[in-house]
Structure formats: structure tokens, C-alpha cells
């Protein structure tokens, strides 16, 4: 199917190795009951959730390019890194299977949680080769070690940075911005004021913002930070979304060579809370307000900390003028095609530790209620 971005410039996406996941447009969708409740009645949600079979959010729309560009490139691994409950590593590694290629995954410790164990045995399930790190300075040099052990093999793993936050990757949200632009032409929408979005390496807000610049919308980017490791900013962003615009250049020369300002990002930073991964008093009652008014389902790490900040600016009396919440996690419950969830003694020595106090069934459960630790 043809994407907002080839029919925009068909010549970047002629040069640029794609592999296709996804189902596109994501639909759009006012949050009436949600508007009502708040008294906003102009609110509405990018359902990014659905954007693919296996596995939606925002990953998919990244890897398409990243992992097009690994197989263009030859190779028959990929290796990227995250938290220990990394959305982004399971995606990989479940896009990364279904090409037929190995997925390698050096993460760190975040928060546990029911949901980090979960994360880990569906990794195991895909198929992920796993490898665990102490410090964010680990990460790198374990992702370094494995890469030479790799490549002394015979099969230099191809490198994805984490949260698929790069030059290559970002494409799959210039062209989110262009569909978005579409579907506001269309009339599914009005054109959003404010779109808001949660930023955790901030590669997502930085194609959403160069792309509404390429677009023509006026639209503003509020990246809500959730990570207090190497937080995003207003200049990271912009400077991410100028490396993606020569990319872009070079890909098809007639792009537009629009600018961008620091001024015209938002960052959020007031709902980290602890820390990555930790949930948070805001960010679990956002959950539960989407969830008993629209039905929609988030999490605590990335979606719900955004929604409340979204939900804190209309309650401190923000303009009632559009306003679009991009919803980038997954409705795909991927153990729906992984099949039951392995025992968690199948994962590396180093990750036992987690699961502590965790019974004996096969799925990694206590045996009481189905739940994980």
C-alpha cells in the first residue's frame, strides 16, 4: 500500500529499503465521553495502537526503515538496547523473527514490575538472544562486545539505537505526520493545536515535528518526557529533526529544506516521576480515566504519564482549540501469536534474580491468578 510519504515524495521512499508491518492510516477518533467529562469536547486520539498485526505503537512505523535497511544491507542480525520491559526491544525482536533474522538485546534495570517480567518471557518467546547491563556506560560497552564477538563470527549484527531513534527510523514518523496532514484535509479531524506525545529518546517527536513542518500544519509538538536518562529537550529534538530533514535531502533533493525552532517544541518534563519506568499517582489515574470512559487501555511507563500531563494542561485552563493525543502503545497482546509464555528459567542466568518468589509454572506465574511475580 502506498504510504502519506510516497505519495508526497516518491523518490525518498524509492531509494529508502522498506519492509512492511504496518496497516496504514491509523484511524483517528474523538474522545467524546473523555472530552465531555474534562469539558473539552474538542479532544482527539492518533490510534497508533492499531498500527500493525504483530505488534502496533509506534514501533512498527521505525522499524519498517530500520530493519528494510538491515536486510538491504546484507545482514543477518540486528542488535539494539533498552529497559529491561522495552517496548521497543520486543518489537524488534518480533519483527526481527518474522524476517527471519536474529534479534540481540543488551538492557538495562528499570522499575520491576509484573509487566518488565512479562516483557522479559515474551522477548524470550520471539526469540531474542538477551544480555543484561548494570549502567547506561554498560549498555554500550556490552552492545560494543557483542557487536565484535559478532562480526569476528562472520555476521557484524546491524546496530538499532534505542527506541529506534535515528535518521533511518524517524522516517516512519515524517510519514505519521504526513498521514495525520492527509486525514485533517480529508475533514477526519480538525488541524490539532497541540499534539502530544510521550518522548523517551524523542526520535517520535522529532518526525512528528519535521513532518508537520513538510506538511504545513501549524500543529505544535508537546513531547511529554518520561525518562530521567538522558532526558529530551527542545534542542535535541530540533537538532534530531535537522539530521532527518539532510537525510531526507539526500534521499530526494526536492524536499523542502524547511527550519525548525526550539521554540516551537515543547518538552514536558514535570511527569518523570521517579524515574524511567516507575509508574506514577498522575500518570495511573490517566490510565483509568481513559479506560473507564473510552475503553482504550495504556501503560505507565510512556502513555499514561502523557495523557496526564495532557489532562493537566486542560485542567489548568488551556484554549479550547483542538487537541490530539498520539497514542503509541500497543493493543496487540503479542503472546497471542508467541503462544504460552516460557518459563522464565529459559532466560540468562543474570535475569533470575528478577523473577525471586515467582512459582514454578511453565508461563513464569505463581499458579495462583495467571499474573507474573
Known amino acids: 500500500m502506498e504510504t502519506a510519504l510516497a505519495r508526497r515524495f516518491p523518490r525518498a521512499v524509492e531509494r529508502a529499503p522498506r519492509v512492511r508491518f504496518t496497516s496504514l492510516p491509523t484511524p483517528v477518533q474523538r474522545l467524546d465521553a473523555l472530552g465531555a467529562a474534562i469539558g473539552h469536547p474538542d479532544l482527539w486520539i492518533k490510534r497508533d495502537d492499531r498500527s500493525a498485526a504483530l505488534y502496533g505503537g509506534n514501533k512498527p512505523r521505525k522499524l519498517e526503515f530500520l530493519l528494510g535497511d538491515a536486510v538491504d544491507r546484507g545482514r543477518r542480525a540486528v542488535l539494539t538496547t533498552g529497559g529491561t520491559g522495552t517496548n521497543h526491544g520486543l518489537a524488534t525482536a518480533i519483527f526481527a523473527r518474522h524476517l527471519g533474522l536474529r534479534a540481540i538485546l543488551v538492557l538495562l534495570d528499570q522499575p520491576l514490575t509484573d509487566q518488565v517480567r512479562r516483557s522479559l518471557l515474551l522477548d524470550l518467546a520471539a526469540g531474542a538472544e538477551l544480555h543484561y547491563a548494570t549502567s547506561v556506560a554498560g549498555v ?13 563470527r562472520g555476521s557484524r549484527p546491524y546496530l538499532i539505537a534505542t527506541g529506534g531513534s535515528s535518521v533511518v527510523g524517524s522516517l516512519g514518523f515524517v510519514d505519521a505526520a504526513l498521514e495525520l496532514a492527509e486525514q485533517v484535509r480529508a475533514g477526519e479531524l480538525p488541524e490539532p493545536a497541540r499534539v502530544y506525545v510521550a518522548a523517551g529518546t524523542a526520535g517520535t517527536a522529532a518526525g512528528l515535528a519535521l513532518g508537520f513542518r513538510l506538511a504545513g500544519l501549524r500543529s505544535r509538538v508537546v513531547a511529554v518526557s518520561v525518562t530521567d536518562l538522558l532526558p529530551p529537550s527542545p534542542a535535541k529534538i530540533v537538532a534530531h529533526a535537522q539530521r532527518s530533514l539532510r537525510h531526507l535531502r539526500r534521499l530526494d533533493p526536492s524536499v523542502p529544506a524547511v527550519s525548525l525552532a526550539t521554540d516551537e517544541i515543547r518538552v514536558e518534563q514535570g511527569f518523570v516521576g521517579p524515574g524511567y519506568g516507575a509508574p ?6 490517566a490510565i483509568e480515566r481513559i479506560r473507564a470512559s473510552e475503553g ?16 493537566a494542561d486542560i485542567g489548568r485552563g488551556a484554549p479550547p482549540e483542538p487537541i490530539l493525543f498520539w497514542n503509541t502503545y500497543s493493543s496487540v497482546d503479542p503472546a497471542e501469536h508467541l503462544g504460552p509464555l516460557p518459563d522464565w528459567r529459559g532466560l540468562p542466568r543474570a535475569f533470575h534474580r528478577l523473577f525471586a518468589g515467582v512459582g514454578d509454572g511453565s508461563d ?6 495467571g499474573s507474573v511475580g
Do not use: N, Q
Open 140 to 152: 554500550a560497552a556490552r552492545a560494543a562486545a557483542v557487536i565484535t564477538a559478532e562480526t569476528l
Open 280 to 285: 506514577t499517582i498522575d500518570g495511573l489515574e
Open 364 to 369: 513464569g506465574s505463581d499458579g495462583s491468578d
Open 296 to 311: 482504550l487501555r495504556l501503560e505507565p511507563t510512556y502513555t499514561g504519564k502523557c495523557l496526564a500531563a495532557l489532562l
